[in-house]
């Protein structure tokens, strides 16, 4: 059998899926059920668009399906189309948009607050690793910054409580006492002295007299 169906399906302006749904009554007559479908498009835009219900005799069908479809069809398609369209428009501009503000952003920074934002992120990236003591050194002068003067102090002093016992603890601990040593001459260790030898020793030569060294009797 010979049918030119198919071609006709393929001259239909098609944007998305066409499905087809055919099912018999008892009188005879079928129903087709026709629903266009689009990925481009949401679950709830899906909901949106109903099917096409179709209930004639398949006589009838032959003659009129394509003449009964084709317009609405064709609508469909071109709502898909044109809001596919839109949206890649709306896509893009708003990615230019986008571009366009971080542009101007980049812009009006001056190199000062690039390295005030930057010194913040590493002071950031810094504590998140457990790194308060490198976190507190890479923290902005807040002299250089007045506007960020108080943020800069208040983090700093966050940043010392973490840091601080161990910074500090060497404070605690015993101090050895140095050691002094004298100027003085040591003192030189000297034997007892016997106390009669020096007495004799005195008494020899020093000529006094004493019990033991009576002077000569002149006779």
């Known amino acids: 059998m010979h049918t030119n169906f198919f071609s006709q ?3 239909l302006d098609i944007s998305g899926t066409l499905k087809l749904v055919v099912a018999k009554k008892e009188n005879g007559q079928l129903i087709v059920s026709i629903l266009m479908d689009n990925d481009q498009c949401t679950n709830k835009e899906r909901k949106t668009i109903p099917p096409l219900n179709l209930a004639a005799l398949p006589e009838e069908l032959d003659r009129f399906f394509f003449d009964t479809i084709s317009e609405p069809v064709n609508q469909t398609a071109s ?11 709306l896509s893009s501009a708003m990615s230019k948009a986008d571009n366009s503000r971080k542009q101007k952003a980049n812009a009006t920074v001056t190199p000062k607050e690039k390295k005030y934002k930057d ?17 507190w050194t890479k923290l902005p002068d807040p002299l250089e910054y007045p506007d960020h003067a108080e943020l800069i102090r208040t983090k700093r ?9 161990d910074l500090f603890a060497s404070f605690g601990e015993p101090v050895a006492p140095y050691p002094v040593k004298t100027t003085e001459p040591e003192a030189e260790e000297t034997e007892p002295v016997d106390d009669e030898a020096a007495d004799l020793e005195y008494n020899e030569y020093s000529g006094l007299e004493t019990d033991d060294y009576a002077p000569f009797d002149n006779q």
């Open 9 to 11: 399906i393929n001259q």
């Open 79 to 89: 709502f898909f189309t044109s809001r596919e369209q839109y949206m890649k428009s």
């Open 119 to 135: 010194l913040m992120e590493q002071s950031q990236k810094l504590e998140a690793e457990g790194k308060f003591k490198e976190a």
């Open 157 to 165: 002093q966050a940043l010392s409580e973490k840091f601080a016992p």
